[in-house]
T-cell receptor
Framework: DAGVIQSPRHEVTEMGQEVTLRCKPI?????LFWYRQTMMRGLELLIY????????DSGMPEDRFSAKMPNASFSTLKIQPSEPRDSAVYFC?????????????FGPGTRLTVL | SQQGEEDPQALSIQEGENATMNCSYK?????LQWYRQNSGRGLVHLIL?????REKHSGRLRVTLDTSKKSSSLLITASRAADTASYFC??????????FGKGNQVVVIP
């Protein structure tokens, strides 16, 4: 398996623009997680899905953020409109079983810069 | 906060030396995991230790868990330059998610 795939790897955009981050989890994994990593706040869980259904989105910072998982092999994280404080590295991770009890496999991340 | 907190935050050692990192947490956990992150990369799982286990080994890694003190330690023996990375502990509080600490930066000098 190729592991968790994320695209794009780098994204530079201007404030106010829409940003869409993409993730392909490992085949067969039932759980998918979106994280955000910054120097100040460390690694924060934004949202996670189980069998394509969003279970907990309490980490989503505000309504400008939305995430979808239309099928078992694809998820998106959208920011609209983007702001400079959204600049961070966004990771997608997947696991076979419940997130705390099993290994989470991380993608390479998308480095987002909002100017 | 319920997140694990690693200590010390940064460690610089000579190749061949051992590196020890600690992690504390605040409430009961189901298990605790350690991850490594190389610069510019995603996190990679190293080891999982369950709440009923006290020690676990994987290659040059040794993890201990003391639930009475709510703490864990990660020992890397005979460190190599390739061990240079950030190390994170992550705690499972039984809510299907992991709470990650801020990470420990380890630099191994060749």
């Amino acid at each position: 398996d190729a592991g968790v795939i994320q695209s794009p790897r780098h994204e530079v955009t201007e404030m106010g623009q829409e940003v869409t981050l993409r993730c392909k989890p490992i085949s067969g994994h039932d759980y998918l997680f979106w994280y955000r990593q910054t120097m100040m706040r460390g690694l924060e869980l934004l949202i996670y899905f189980n069998n394509n259904v969003p279970i907990d989105d309490s980490g989503m910072p505000e309504d400008r953020f939305s995430a979808k998982m239309p099928n078992a092999s694809f998820s998106t994280l959208k920011i609209q409109p983007s702001e400079p404080r959204d600049s961070a590295v966004y990771f997608c991770a997947s696991s076979l079983m419940a997130g705390g009890a099993d290994t989470q496999y991380f993608g390479p991340g998308t480095r987002l810069t909002v100017l | 906060s319920q997140q694990g907190e690693e200590d010390p935050q940064a460690l610089s050692i000579q190749e061949g030396e051992n590196a020890t990192m600690n992690c504390s947490y605040k409430t009961s956990i189901n298990n605790l995991q350690w991850y490594r992150q190389n610069s510019g990369r995603g996190l990679v799982h190293l080891i999982l230790i369950r709440s009923n286990e006290r020690e676990k080994h994987s290659g040059r890694l040794r993890v201990t868990l003391d639930t009475s003190k709510k703490s864990s330690s990660l020992l890397i023996t005979a460190s190599r330059a390739a061990d240079t990375a950030s190390y994170f502990c992550a705690t499972d509080y039984g809510n299907n998610r992991l709470a990650f600490g801020k990470g420990n930066q380890v630099v191994v000098i060749p």
